[in-house]
């Protein structure tokens, strides 16, 4: 966490400003909701100096630094199919630490990304994986990109786990799914934080393992945000009183429309916040 700190840091001197930063969560297909509020806030002039991301966005945010604007990641994101997915996927057999070994994701991230390491990302970034052995949270922020982001998009049972020295790496949702703590922790002044998992709730079953390994993931990850002591953090739950599956990537332009709205509604509280706080004039 070091190297995020002390960019943080260096922007704080040279910004002569107090810093926002973007807190992205973790919900899988869900997270395709933070494209819409990341169409918003640039749409806006809504400076974002620092991204932190769990799992969906860890991906989506260091997407989002790599240079990839809002627009493209919207048309990108409302092209995606099932095949597409499917694709990518490929199965370990027989499953041992994981249903899908990840080499394709890899593959797949290190063409999108084209950066090779977070220091190469014009404005920091810290990606969250777990460690399966201790419970620990691991923070990325330098050093290989794709290895940073893939570690935090591992949902446990879903990918083959990352193993790093003496630490087996899954999906930050486990330990830290909304990571505004890290954000504060580096030095950040106003934090957004973006929640997009499911709340528990009835009325929708997972069809498959996959479906319930994420939900899975996803009720631990709300049961953390419930208790996590948000602070002064402007907290966006775009999809709070809707009910999506983990795996629903064909339904990006509903998910993507929603985190519009989302942010729409956001807009006053975040404007005000950073015009009393001096980020824009008054």
Not at 27 to 32: D, F, P
Not at 59 to 78: I, Q, S, V, Y
Not at 88 to 95: G, H, K
Not at 224 to 229: N, S, W
Request: glycine share 10%; charged share 25%.
């Amino acid at each position: 966490m070091e190297g995020f700190t002390q960019r943080i840091a260096q922007i704080k001197a040279h910004q002569r400003r107090p810093l926002v930063g973007l807190a992205l969560g973790s919900g899988a297909a869900r997270g395709l909701a933070h494209i819409g509020l990341l169409e918003v806030f640039t749409q806006e002039g809504i400076p974002i100096d620092a991204v932190s991301g769990t799992s969906i966005g860890a991906l989506l945010g260091g997407l989002f630094l790599a240079g990839w604007t809002p627009e493209f990641l919207d048309k990108f994101a409302k092209s995606i199919r099932k095949k597409h997915i499917i694709s990518t996927l490929d199965f370990v057999l027989p499953p041992k630490r994981g249903l899908i070994d990840g080499y394709h994701i890899e593959a797949m991230l290190k063409r999108m990304l084209k950066i090779k390491t977070f220091e190469e990302l014009p404005k920091p970034l810290a990606t969250i994986a777990s460690d399966i052995v201790t419970g620990q949270r691991v923070v990325h922020d330098s050093g290989d990109l794709v290895k940073g982001i893939r570690a935090s998009i591992s949902v446990p049972g879903v990918f083959v786990p990352i193993e790093d020295q003496d630490k087996i790496l899954v999906d930050g949702g486990v330990v830290d799914p909304v990571p505004v703590d890290i954000l504060y922790e580096s030095g950040v002044d106003i934090v957004i934080g973006v929640n997009v998992m499911r709340r528990p709730s009835p009325g929708w079953v997972p069809e498959g393992i996959i479906d319930i390994l994420l939900n899975m993931t996803d009720i631990m990850g709300f049961k953390i945000f419930e208790t996590q002591p948000l602070n002064n953090t402007i907290i966006i739950e775009p999809l709070k009183e809707h009910h999506f599956g983990g795996m629903e990537f064909e339904k990006a332009a509903e998910l993507i429309e929603l985190g519009k709205e989302a942010a729409i509604k956001a807009l006053p509280e975040i404007k005000a916040r950073l015009t009393a706080k001096g980020v824009f004039d008054a």
